[in-house]
C-alpha cells in the first residue's frame, strides 16, 4: 500500500479514484498518566504523555484507514490528511482520511 500526503506519487498513476478511505480512534486520558501530564504542566515543557497517547492514536486510525482502502480495493491513498476533535471531557477523536486509488508503474 502506497501511503502519500500528495495528490500524485511519482513513478505511479492513478488509473481508478475508488472513494474516501477513512480511520478514526477515540482515546481518553489514563487517570495515572493524567496526574503525571498535571504535574508535567506545572513545571513546563513537554507533556510526554499525551504526546504518546495521541501517537498510538495516529497510528491506530491510520491501520484503520488502510485496512478500509484494501477492503475497496486500493493499492494506494493519497491526499492523506489527520483530524482531531475533543468527542468528550478527556477524550479526543483522531481521524485518518485520503483518496483511496489504484496505481500503477508509469
Given at each position: 500500500?502506497?501511503i502519500?500526503?500528495?495528490?500524485?506519487?511519482?513513478?505511479?498513476?492513478?488509473?481508478?479514484?475508488?472513494?474516501?478511505?477513512?480511520?478514526?480512534?477515540?482515546?481518553?486520558?489514563?487517570?495515572?498518566k493524567?496526574?503525571?501530564?498535571g504535574l508535567?504542566?506545572?513545571?513546563?515543557?513537554?507533556?510526554?504523555?499525551?504526546?504518546?497517547?495521541?501517537?498510538?492514536?495516529?497510528?491506530?486510525?491510520l491501520?484503520?484507514?488502510?485496512?478500509?482502502?484494501?477492503?475497496?480495493?486500493?493499492?494506494?491513498?493519497?491526499?492523506?490528511?489527520?483530524?482531531?476533535?475533543?468527542?468528550?471531557?478527556?477524550a479526543?477523536?483522531?481521524?485518518?482520511?485520503?483518496?483511496a486509488?489504484?496505481?500503477?508503474?508509469?
Amino acid at each position: 500500500m502506497i501511503i502519500a500526503t500528495t495528490e500524485e506519487v511519482p513513478g505511479y498513476r492513478v488509473v481508478k479514484v475508488l472513494g474516501i478511505a477513512r480511520g478514526a480512534t477515540v482515546k481518553a486520558k489514563h487517570i495515572g498518566k493524567d496526574i503525571l501530564a498535571g504535574l508535567r504542566n506545572i513545571a513546563g515543557g513537554e507533556v510526554k504523555e499525551y504526546t504518546e497517547m495521541l501517537a498510538e492514536a495516529r497510528e491506530v486510525a491510520l491501520q484503520r484507514m488502510i485496512q478500509h482502502a484494501k477492503e475497496m480495493g486500493a493499492n494506494g491513498i493519497i491526499g492523506v490528511r489527520f483530524m482531531t476533535s475533543a468527542v468528550a471531557s478527556g477524550a479526543a477523536e483522531i481521524f485518518a482520511y485520503g483518496t483511496a486509488v489504484v496505481l500503477e508503474k508509469e
